[in-house]
């Protein structure tokens, strides 16, 4: 059988894109950063020979013009990814990465005690019949959690915050305000944000107590804007190819172009869930899986060494997948943007992608520069025999066809 397995490292970044400091995060190195402070702190040094395999150090050292590490010759295709979306966003990295680059920058909020429009406000407040809302300011999702739950749950008044991403969110206790409650808030605020051009509302779902502490869930949900254009997923979906969304992808593009979504929460259960789909899926299929906890947990909140740990664990998973594979089917892994847990403030950072690719049929060998994330796509569809997609040069030899 023939199929594709594209797996998002979310905000795995290999270091500072050629652009970066227009974004303010020039020297930024996800990757790098946590090499280093691995190497050291008492724990040891980072170690992920499954990913090393495919070529990742290699990869690295190339987005670095540093000479190549001293280990084995990977036995896949690797190099890295030059993002030319216009934001350093979930969207827009995933859409480029399956054909569709973004031009024009989403819109949004600027920093400031009233991050959001008047308008907006009391557009939601009414058409929601909320009682009002509390935050309205930049803030990580914790700590204004943290900061105004008990006044959450006291009032009955939401909280929205934003960041540096185009993002509206909205947090509530599930019990307390009611998790439909907050998905249908959401829907509003979802419709009301496209007059801004933002790119995600999202429900950020949380219990606890004041006494206890609050946590957030794993019932987050995002409502995102759909791609400009048709993409990867939409191309194979029109070609009666099975489409499985596995975690975030469902939401990412606006439930567009996905045949089967599969909700899971926690790496161990997307990957199980991985595993599960490769299991069933048939001739052709394209399954895709969004690691999303790389980001949320550990980017975001800067705690390098849960990154660190995090990365370990699922490399020490990939030979599972590589057991399930397919003689024909080819794995990409790559990732959306960067997200350097070293790094100052808890916002995203504008790096390269490293681009990853295993399949049994596929000559191991480097692949350079690619000078979009759309190659990633251009190479799916190339191995899944679909039109060329509007964007990306694809890399996989003939060998591969």
Known sequence: M????????DSFGLGAAPDAALFGDEGADTYGHIVAACAQASRGPLRLPNLDQLGLAHAHAQAHGLPAPKLAWPHGCWGHAIEQSAGKDTPSGHWESMGVILHEPFGFFPP????????????????ADLPGVLGNCHAPGTEIIARLGAEHMASGKPIVYTSADSVFQIAAHEECFGLQHLYDTCAIARRLCDRWNIGRVIARPFIGTPASGFQRTGNRHDYSLPPPAPTLFD???????????IGKITDIFAHRGIS??????????LFDATL?????AADGALIATNFVDFDSVYGHRRDVFGYAAALEAFDARLPQLYQVMQAEDLLVLSADHGCDPTWPGSDHTREASPVLAFGRTLTARAIGQRMSFADIGQSLAHHLRLPRLGAGVHFLDEACV
Do not use: C, K, Q, Y
């Not at 089967?260 to 259960?269: C, E, F, I, K, L």
């Open 112 to 127: 400031g005690d009233t991050a959001f429009p008047a308008e907006l406000l009391a557009a939601l407040i009414r058409e």
């Open 276 to 280: 599960a789909a490769m299991d069933t």
């Open 2 to 9: 023939r199929r594709a397995i594209w797996l998002v490292l």
């Open 235 to 245: 191309i194979a979906l029109e070609h009666e190819r099975e489409v499985v969304g």
């Open 260 to 269: 089967r979504s599969v909700t899971a929460n926690g790496h161990d259960a």
